[in-house]
């Protein structure tokens, strides 16, 4: 039997199939040792004139055809709706969930995904008009953008003589961060007084008051009781915290290392300064972002140093 | 999402696989010895034992093992050619094939081996056919092909164990949906009239039968086969019992023990004199491997491509090494007035020497009694008057063999009184000669056809009387005439306790059983002709019959044509059969529209569900309710983040109840 081709795994009236998606069912190499055995046995049959054996060669070969109709219901109803995977650090593993769905009535079983021919998940089953996350882990080797590779969802069920695929090849990726290393303090304040007391942690102590929330502002300082109080999202001041804050530049890490060394650093020191509670600003020469502090802010400094040097 | 590495092989489905494997070895157990079999089940228990208690299986690790595994190997190859002369032939292949399973199931470890093994169980089942191919047997095959099916199904599935008969029932579904194109490749692919390449000398095996030399208990050996010989059915009128003589072998020459056939001759069959009734009729024959088929006595019209001999048997060109189905037509009361000298002189022929008390007797015959008849009927009336036994198991007859049946044992089976009556004639110098073949048949009134099994196998006597050629004579008639009137079972009461396997049926002689027995042969008898017998002749024959050559470029395309017709319907069948069966949600709420339509409010085919609720509600206040619990169930399941089965099921439900 000519190999299904699954290209539009579902069509439907109202949206177009998802695009970048094709698949089909080819027998594997189990398949291929089937067959030459079928085609022994047939010769066999046809040598002694054995009626039953043709006519079990020929079951045999009949269920090798519908083995591949089979794997390609398998495999029809299954879309994948999107990936997504959190920010990471180099060394750290990047976690792709990929989102599957089964438009199918049938349950679509023994399914895997295999990326590039590496990562492979374990088998599972997307129940009919069921989902599936799907996670793949990609060490992450290098700084700045790791996509994900062109998935390929492939099942050999029923009988593992042919094998149906899916490939789907989605726009997204991963922002890998600089690993946060280094062994150099934070760079000194640039409030006299500060310096001078030394201890960022005075500043928690001695309460100013409430503010309102600001998008970027660091959870550890959110009112949670005034939260509580259904009196809305509002942030602690801290006297004296306000006027806390640090600039991080890379050309002020000129003397270290290579640029990789001096980025590590700079993120060890963002890292640092937002578990301090110390606001930062950070300097990257062509890029500059005011100080702030959070984690929304601290993600948009360690993404800009990811991309520091790419050229978009 | 489970654990289970892709390649490795779980406890369930490697004890499925060997169980599957030493189902299909049970189907070899009745040709091979017992220690092929007895040796795969030990390996198969040891494979076992290595999953469930850890026995170490013979890797590299254990090196004892492993060389014992090497051993084993080696010593199997040895022992097979000891037993059998070689490894090609089939019968040393199967054990070969077997005992090598055996060992690769040893060592599987990945998901490649455990395909391979699986596939090598499917050849091995298709060499039990070599065998056999009974109903029993293919029903069995029919077994063993959805265990191994099911096995491959339940391993093409790491993880999740599914249950043993959900597998199984998709491999049956597998085969059902196969069914139509097994059918179609069946009956379409064309079959070459010869084999490819010579068979292995044991390909054929040696099948009990009548052979061309009769000696003292040679047919006795035959009587206790059950087998069937062959099928008659009658096409109109059919002979009684008593004159159902099927021919075969004719035998001239005499050692004084063993009857051999006369010289070939390559005279043209003689002509017969008829009478009566002609009788037309076809034979289904079972194997034979001997190049004559049977025929009543006395054939008029042979089948095409065989010929009559002189002595009126039906010659094929070649041996029949399969059941095969041919017409033909017969007089009963017919006789050959055709004989020359050279034939008469040699059935007269005896050994020099031999029988001298025989002999004394028929001079004294022919003295008293001038006509060859007269003879004849002092010959009957001695076997009849004598105290002559017709027994299966004659008394050990010492010394001459003619001598001492007629003057000492007097007991005897059908070929003691057919020799013993030939020496007599011959003595008494008139020409005689002895016919083997078979005698009456079973009549199934289910399948309205005759069964003529091996035990029916008889031996007669010719005797040459001028005026009215040859002349069949039965002496066993004389002796036992109900032999010849009411078939072997009622002459020999005992012979079911003795033959065994018609025990049952002698023993319980239930009117239900024989019927459900008659009703078995008449299926097998139609398995034969359209199942197994369905060969190159009866193909073409086929396809005359529609008007259509069938050369192997005609078939090829048809079948061809045909596969590919099957292949769409059933890829089209499979795919829109789900689709229609597939969202019970949406039909669920077209039936919920169907039924507002037929109160006159029709969705617009712009309009959304909710919308459609809302204008619907208004209208029909007293539904309102229904209609939009209904509308919110029909979202949730279509739509919800959390859509479960139960959801599909209250929808239903509800819609089934709605009545507006």
Redesign the interface.
Known sequence: MAPATVAGVRARAAAPPPPRIAGRVLPNRYGWLMLLVLGVMLLGSINYNNNLGYALTFLLMGVWAMAHVHGYRNLRGIEVLGARAAPVFVGEEAVFEVFLRNSGALAGRALAISAAGMVTTDAFEVAARGSHTARLSFPAQRRGVLPLPPLTIASAFPLAVCTARICWRGDVSVTVYPHPAGALPLPATDDPAAAVSGNTLSGDTDFAGLRAYRTGDSLRQIAWKALARERGLHVKRFAGGDAKQVELRLRDLQFIGDPETQLSQLARWVMDAERAGTSYSLDLDRVLLPTGIGEAHRDLCLQALAHYGSPS | ??????DELTRPIVAWLAASLLMVVLLHARQQPLWVCGGFLALVLWRILHAWRGVPLPTRDHRMLWLLKHALAIGIFWVVYRRYGGVIGRDAGISLLVLLIGLKLLEMKS??EF??IA??G??L???A??YS?SMP??LY?LAC?TAL?GS??A??????ARSVGANLR?AGT??L??????LI??VL?P??GS???S?PKD?RRAISGLSEEMSPGELTRLTMSDAVAFRVAFSTNRPSAAEMYWRGPVLVKTDGRTWTPGDPSDRSAPAITAQGVRYSYSITLEPTNRPWIYALEHPSTVPRGTRLSRDLRVLSARPIT?RIRYSAESYTQAWVAEADSEELRAALQLPPGAYPRTRALARQWRLEDRTDEGVVRRALQYFRNEPFVYTLSPAQIYGDPVDGFLFGARQGFCEHYASAFAVLMRAARVPARIVTGYQGGEYNPVGDYYIVRQRDAHAWVEVWLGHRGWVRVDPTAAVAPARVQRGIDQALPGLGATVGGTAADLAVDLAGWRELRYAYDALNNRWNHW?????ARRQSAMFDDLGLSADWRALSLLLGAGLLLA?AL??AW??RG?RA????IARAYRRFCAKLARRGHPRAPYEGPMDYARRVSASLPAAAADITRITGLYARARYGQT?SAADAQALRSAVRRFAP
């Open positions: 999402m489970t654990a289970t590495r892709r998901r490649r395909v391979l596939l090598l499917f050849f089942l298709v060499t056919f070599f191919q047997v293919a095959a092909v099916l491959l199904v391993m093409a599935q790491p993880g999740r998709l597998l085969m949906q196969a069914a139509p194109l097994m490749a069946f692919f079959r070459p084999p490819l390449w068979l390909a399969d199942v197994i017998s369905y060969n292949g059933l890829v499979s795919l789900r069966h597939g969202d019970a859509s």
